[in-house]
């Protein structure tokens, strides 16, 4: 096993034994099919980088500009990323999912701080 492997959960580790029993099924009956499902594999890991990326942008420029509101934030991810306006409505999802999650981690330091002055 790689070392990015051994870090898993439980459930991973499940999902990935499975996969591997998957992947070698295809080897054994159908190796035709192993350059198409691994052609399938990148295109849906590389589409899951690319919305994780878009996030991670999305979470900078919103520590940087905490006022903004998603669909702020989306016009400018899609002027900047050079996206088309139909992607807008995704974005503003994410944008939103972004600000609730920075909005629950700035509370959750705000809690471990009020608990820490408190003892």
Known sequence: MSRGVQNMSGIAEAFWDEFGVL?????????????RCNEHLSLYIE????WESLEMRIEEVFV?????????MAEHIRYYQRMPNSMRPLIVKRAQKVKNRLRMRKQR???????????
Do not use: C, F, M
């Open 23 to 35: 992947i070698n099924k295809i080897k054994a009956e159908a190796p035709d099919l192993l350059p």
């Open 64 to 72: 940087r500009h905490p006022e903004w509101t998603p669909r702020k």
């Open 109 to 119: 330091q705000d809690g471990e701080s009020e608990r820490d002055g408190d003892v």
């Open 47 to 50: 589409e899951q980088y690319r």
